[in-house]
C-alpha cells in the first residue's frame, strides 16, 4: 500500500533558525513528489514537483530535495510569516495520475 | 490566470436543505477534483472529472453529487447531510496528463447544523 509520512508533526523555530522537514514515502513507482503549504482555513498552495531521486528545487527561504525514499523541505533563515502546515503528496504509479496520497502534514511555528 | 476561485466561502445548512458549492478555473486544465478536509488532516479525495465525464468517485455518499458543466466550471450539489459532513471543501484542477501538480482554490467552509 501507497503510504506518506511525514515528520516532525509540529515543529517550533525561533526567526532566522534554520531546519529540515521530513517526507518518507512508500510506493509502488515513483511519478512525482508534490510539496504544498496550507495556511488555516484555506486551500493548499503548491509549492514544489520533484520527479527523481537527486532532483533539488528552491523558491525563496525554501529548498526541497529528494532520495528514493525521502524528500526534505529546508527551511532557511525562515520568518514568522513562514508558519504555514507543510503538506507533502506523492502520485504513484500503480494509481491513476489524478490521486494523490497526502502525509498527515507539518505544522510549522516560527516564533519572532 | 493562474488560480481557482470557489463560493461561497463560507455555507451553514440545515440537515434537510439543499446547496450548491461552485468552482472556477480558467487555466485550460481539463482535470477537476473535489476535496473533503477535517480539521487537522490532509486533503480527502472526493471526486474527478477528467474531459468532463466523471472519472473517480471515493465511494462518496450519494447525498453529494458532483456536476461538470463545462471545461472551467465544478460544482457539488449538496442533499441531507449529516453534521459530520462539516468541514473544509476544497476544489482543484490540473492537466489530465502524467507529472501535474494540482493547483487548489480557497475552499468553502461548510457547516451543518
Known amino acids: 500500500e501507497d503510504q506518506v509520512t511525514q515528520s516532525p508533526e509540529a515543529l517550533r523555530l525561533q526567526e532566522g533558525e534554520s531546519s529540515s522537514l521530513n517526507c518518507s514515502y512508500t510506493?509502488?513507482?515513483?511519478?512525482?513528489l508534490f510539496w504544498y503549504r496550507q495556511d488555516p482555513g484555506k486551500g493548499p498552495e503548491f509549492l514544489f514537483t520533484?520527479?527523481?531521486a537527486g532532483e533539488e528545487k528552491e523558491k525563496e527561504r525554501l529548498k526541497a530535495t529528494l532520495t528514493k525514499k525521502e524528500s526534505f523541505l529546508h527551511i532557511t533563515a525562515p520568518k514568522p510569516e513562514d508558519s504555514a502546515t507543510y503538506l507533502c503528496?506523492?502520485?504513484?504509479?500503480?494509481?491513476?495520475?489524478?490521486?494523490?496520497?497526502f502525509g498527515q502534514g507539518t505544522r510549522l511555528t516560527i516564533n519572532p | 490566470d493562474t488560480e481557482v476561485t470557489q463560493t461561497p466561502k463560507h455555507l451553514v445548512m440545515g440537515m434537510t436543505n439543499k446547496k450548491s458549492l461552485k468552482c472556477e478555473q480558467h487555466?485550460?486544465?481539463?482535470?477537476m477534483y473535489w476535496y473533503k478536509q477535517k480539521a487537522k488532516k490532509p486533503p480527502e479525495l472526493m471526486f474527478v472529472?477528467?474531459?468532463?465525464?466523471?472519472?473517480i468517485n471515493e465511494s462518496v455518499p450519494s447525498r453529494f453529487s458532483p456536476e461538470c458543466p463545462n471545461s472551467s466550471l465544478l460544482n457539488l450539489h449538496l442533499h441531507a447531510l449529516q453534521p459530520e459532513d462539516s468541514a473544509l471543501y476544497l476544489c482543484?484542477?490540473?492537466?489530465?496528463?502524467?507529472?501535474?501538480?494540482?493547483?487548489f482554490g480557497p475552499g468553502t467552509r461548510l457547516t451543518v447544523l
Open positions: 472529472y477528467s474531459y468532463e465525464k466523471l472519472s
Open positions: 510506493v509502488s513507482g515513483l511519478r512525482g
Open positions: 503528496a506523492v502520485q504513484a504509479r500503480n494509481q491513476g495520475a489524478q490521486k494523490l496520497v
Open positions: 482543484a484542477s490540473s492537466h489530465v496528463t502524467s507529472y501535474n501538480e494540482q493547483f
Open positions: 520533484l520527479y527523481s
Open positions: 487555466m485550460g486544465h481539463r482535470a
